[in-house]
């Protein structure tokens, strides 16, 4: 801790003592032993790489603006502003800033007397830094105009955050009455499902894409089920929904595990692929194993003509837990 | 009372089949009937049958009844009730190796097959014998389509064998890999359910699905590899890390170019006078 904080002294003496050599020397008007060509084309070619990398930039933060933006856009446009930045940087360390190979001689012995002279030198070593390079303005302005840019594209997405995501994720299409359908848009015939059988459905005519349609439903033998008292009657036949997507990360529930002999397997469970977490399904998706914390949510069903029908809402707040989800459990 | 019917009609079939080559011998010069020729196949192929299912009734009271009980009823703790099973888990369970078990309570896993074809014949009709289980299902990948096919499995399957049939883990255990598998122990698995795998009706999956499926599975034993180079088939982690690794790569070689280039003017710069 020590020895970082006196390097970083360090360094603010050493900038400090080049800003007062600056100021107080003589500008000395004797030929300078080098003279380095500026190269102007590639200071332009680097500010115009510059300026369009902030314009890839801004480009993002106009593609983010829409709603239903492309995300395969968006992704493109920083991919061209950072190539773009790259590639002016390539530029400007070799061919603006000057490149040139010196030998130091080793010193004389120091003469108190020429210690003037010492600053001096000291003065045109540091001034002879800056040649090579003529429009250190431009430079700088494109430089800025990147760091903006791109500053501004890493910025946007934080609109997404906070009190604009509104209710979307809590909304559900799940209410008494609407029918279960198969990907296929069929309503799902109780009868069809064996015990034992597992199945995805979605809720009719609503958006596939919505975090709550999804649903797995599976059948188990109806004297197997120990559900809480609150919930009798929302397995008829012994055929469960749950919500398709795990309450941890939010993936695709897709494993299930059906004991042929269940008094010497794992009981019956809904399994997500991304990290295991393995929900009972007899007890009403109650979490078993795994990183998950809170039950899967079950949707209570009847079974109407022959056909599965929601008889209500969701018993919990569906997807991965976050802000008021995961205080109210 | 389904036994008393079954040894009822061996008896029969087998008073029909004596009835019969006594009137074979009894009239050598005439043309036997097409009728009595019928009822004698018939009847050979019953009399075959229920000589099938004693002997697999033998088999079974010496090798599987300690487990799965007396006539098949299961012994509570130690095996399931084998009464609704049918040929087709018997058929699977067998022809896979998986029974019988070396301990009760282990997660049954392929292996050789402890019985021989004509054994295994006769513990299916057995085993089919005891009730209303799935017969054993006539599998064709030929008659079904790959595409279809992969999309069932996509829905139904792939969540615990992996896309690529390779197999996985659903807590508790194995979703074998489905390359040894044969079509017919496909449909049986379908049908059954072994061991912790759900089952599937026939209006889920129908017959023609499970060609489909199986049509696919066949695929996904020799699948095309595009890039030259499958990484495992199981899916887009390692496929990811190698991505990951050629570009590592590719970095490093573009940070090596640039810094060359770079090398070759100093040395130029060097070459020239040296102060």
């Given at each position: 801790m020590r020895a970082r904080v006196l390097t970083v002294l360090g360094w603010v003496w050493r900038y400090a003592l080049a800003a007062l050599v600056l100021l107080f020397s003589h500008r000395r008007t004797v030929a300078r032993e080098r003279e380095l060509p500026a190269n102007t084309r590639a200071e332009t070619w680097t500010a115009s790489l510059l300026f369009a990398a902030a314009l890839a930039g801004l480009a993002f933060v106009a593609i983010y603006a829409f709603d239903d933006a492309d995300t395969q856009l968006l992704g493109l446009s920083i991919a061209v502003a950072l190539a773009l930045v790259a590639a002016g940087l390539i530029l400007a360390a070799s061919l603006v800033v000057p490149q040139e190979t010196l030998e130091e001689c080793r010193?004389?012995?120091?003469?108190?007397?020429e210690e003037e002279e010492d600053v001096e030198d000291a003065a045109l070593t540091l001034r002879e830094g800056v040649d090579g390079v003529t429009r250190r303005r431009l430079l700088k302005a494109a430089g800025g105009a990147a760091g903006v840019g791109l500053g501004t594209a890493a910025l946007a997405p934080l609109a997404s955050l906070g009190p604009a995501v509104g209710d979307r994720l809590g909304a559900s299409p799940w209410k008494d009455g609407v029918r279960l359908v198969e990907e296929n848009g069929m309503p799902v015939k109780a009868a069809d499902l064996e015990i034992g059988s597992f199945l995805t459905a979605f809720a009719e005519g609503a958006d596939k894409e919505q975090l709550a349609t999804s649903l797995a439903v599976v059948r188990v033998k109806p004297d197997e089920l120990e559900l809480p008292e609150d919930r009798a009657g929302w397995a008829p036949e012994g055929i469960l929904a749950f919500s398709k997507i795990c309450t941890h990360a939010q993936c695709a529930i897709s494993l299930f595990r059906y004991p042929l002999f269940a008094e010497r397997s794992p009981g019956p469970a809904l399994v997500c692929p991304c990290h295991y977490s393995t929900f009972d399904v007899l007890d009403g998706g109650e979490r078993i194993f795994g990183p998950a914390v809170r039950p899967l949510p079950q949707l209570p069903l009847r079974i109407e003509d022959g056909f599965l029908v929601a008889a209500g809402p969701f018993s919990g707040a569906v997807g991965a837990s976050w802000g008021k989800v995961k205080e109210e459990g | 009372m389904r036994r008393v019917r079954r040894v009822a009609m061996g008896a029969a079939a087998l008073l029909l089949g004596a009835f019969a080559v006594a009137a074979w011998a009894q009239s050598p010069s005439t043309s036997t009937s097409a009728a009595t020729e019928t009822a004698t196949a018939a009847s050979m192929a019953e009399l075959g049958r229920s000589s099938l299912v004693g002997q697999g009734r033998e088999l079974f009271e010496t090798s599987c009844s300690s487990c799965h009980g007396f006539e098949g009823k299961g012994v509570k703790g130690q095996g399931p009730s084998?009464?609704?099973?049918?040929e087709s888990a018997a058929d699977f369970y067998l022809r896979t190796g998986r029974m019988p078990l070396d301990q009760v309570g282990d997660e049954p896993l392929r292996g050789e097959p402890r019985f021989d074809e004509k054994d295994i014949r006769a513990l299916d009709a057995y085993v089919g014998s005891l009730g209303e289980g799935p017969a054993i299902p006539k599998v064709e990948p030929a008659k079904g389509s790959a595409s279809e096919g992969m999309e069932m499995f996509t829905e139904s399957c792939a969540g615990c064998h992996g896309i690529g049939g390779k197999g996985g883990v659903v807590i508790g255990g194995y979703a074998p890999?489905?390359?040894?598998?044969t079509p017919t122990e496909i449909g049986e698995a379908i049908r059954v359910g072994p061991y912790l795998m759900p089952r599937f009706s026939e209006a889920q999956i129908t017959p023609a699905d499970v060609n489909s499926i199986a049509r696919y599975v066949e695929l996904t034993e020799h699948p095309e590899d595009a890039g030259g180079f499958g990484i495992g088939h199981i899916g887009p982690v390692p496929e990811g890390l190698v991505a990951w690794l050629a570009a590592l790569a590719a970095l490093l070689l573009v940070a090596r170019l640039i810094g060359e280039r770079a090398g070759d003017d100093r040395d130029d710069d060097e070459a020239e006078q040296p102060r």
């Amino acid at each position: 801790m020590r020895a970082r904080v006196l390097t970083v002294l360090g360094w603010v003496w050493r900038y400090a003592l080049a800003a007062l050599v600056l100021l107080f020397s003589h500008r000395r008007t004797v030929a300078r032993e080098r003279e380095l060509p500026a190269n102007t084309r590639a200071e332009t070619w680097t500010a115009s790489l510059l300026f369009a990398a902030a314009l890839a930039g801004l480009a993002f933060v106009a593609i983010y603006a829409f709603d239903d933006a492309d995300t395969q856009l968006l992704g493109l446009s920083i991919a061209v502003a950072l190539a773009l930045v790259a590639a002016g940087l390539i530029l400007a360390a070799s061919l603006v800033v000057p490149q040139e190979t010196l030998e130091e001689c080793r010193p004389a012995f120091a003469d108190p007397t020429e210690e003037e002279e010492d600053v001096e030198d000291a003065a045109l070593t540091l001034r002879e830094g800056v040649d090579g390079v003529t429009r250190r303005r431009l430079l700088k302005a494109a430089g800025g105009a990147a760091g903006v840019g791109l500053g501004t594209a890493a910025l946007a997405p934080l609109a997404s955050l906070g009190p604009a995501v509104g209710d979307r994720l809590g909304a559900s299409p799940w209410k008494d009455g609407v029918r279960l359908v198969e990907e296929n848009g069929m309503p799902v015939k109780a009868a069809d499902l064996e015990i034992g059988s597992f199945l995805t459905a979605f809720a009719e005519g609503a958006d596939k894409e919505q975090l709550a349609t999804s649903l797995a439903v599976v059948r188990v033998k109806p004297d197997e089920l120990e559900l809480p008292e609150d919930r009798a009657g929302w397995a008829p036949e012994g055929i469960l929904a749950f919500s398709k997507i795990c309450t941890h990360a939010q993936c695709a529930i897709s494993l299930f595990r059906y004991p042929l002999f269940a008094e010497r397997s794992p009981g019956p469970a809904l399994v997500c692929p991304c990290h295991y977490s393995t929900f009972d399904v007899l007890d009403g998706g109650e979490r078993i194993f795994g990183p998950a914390v809170r039950p899967l949510p079950q949707l209570p069903l009847r079974i109407e003509d022959g056909f599965l029908v929601a008889a209500g809402p969701f018993s919990g707040a569906v997807g991965a837990s976050w802000g008021k989800v995961k205080e109210e459990g | 009372m389904r036994r008393v019917r079954r040894v009822a009609m061996g008896a029969a079939a087998l008073l029909l089949g004596a009835f019969a080559v006594a009137a074979w011998a009894q009239s050598p010069s005439t043309s036997t009937s097409a009728a009595t020729e019928t009822a004698t196949a018939a009847s050979m192929a019953e009399l075959g049958r229920s000589s099938l299912v004693g002997q697999g009734r033998e088999l079974f009271e010496t090798s599987c009844s300690s487990c799965h009980g007396f006539e098949g009823k299961g012994v509570k703790g130690q095996g399931p009730s084998l009464l609704d099973a049918g040929e087709s888990a018997a058929d699977f369970y067998l022809r896979t190796g998986r029974m019988p078990l070396d301990q009760v309570g282990d997660e049954p896993l392929r292996g050789e097959p402890r019985f021989d074809e004509k054994d295994i014949r006769a513990l299916d009709a057995y085993v089919g014998s005891l009730g209303e289980g799935p017969a054993i299902p006539k599998v064709e990948p030929a008659k079904g389509s790959a595409s279809e096919g992969m999309e069932m499995f996509t829905e139904s399957c792939a969540g615990c064998h992996g896309i690529g049939g390779k197999g996985g883990v659903v807590i508790g255990g194995y979703a074998p890999p489905l390359g040894e598998a044969t079509p017919t122990e496909i449909g049986e698995a379908i049908r059954v359910g072994p061991y912790l795998m759900p089952r599937f009706s026939e209006a889920q999956i129908t017959p023609a699905d499970v060609n489909s499926i199986a049509r696919y599975v066949e695929l996904t034993e020799h699948p095309e590899d595009a890039g030259g180079f499958g990484i495992g088939h199981i899916g887009p982690v390692p496929e990811g890390l190698v991505a990951w690794l050629a570009a590592l790569a590719a970095l490093l070689l573009v940070a090596r170019l640039i810094g060359e280039r770079a090398g070759d003017d100093r040395d130029d710069d060097e070459a020239e006078q040296p102060r």
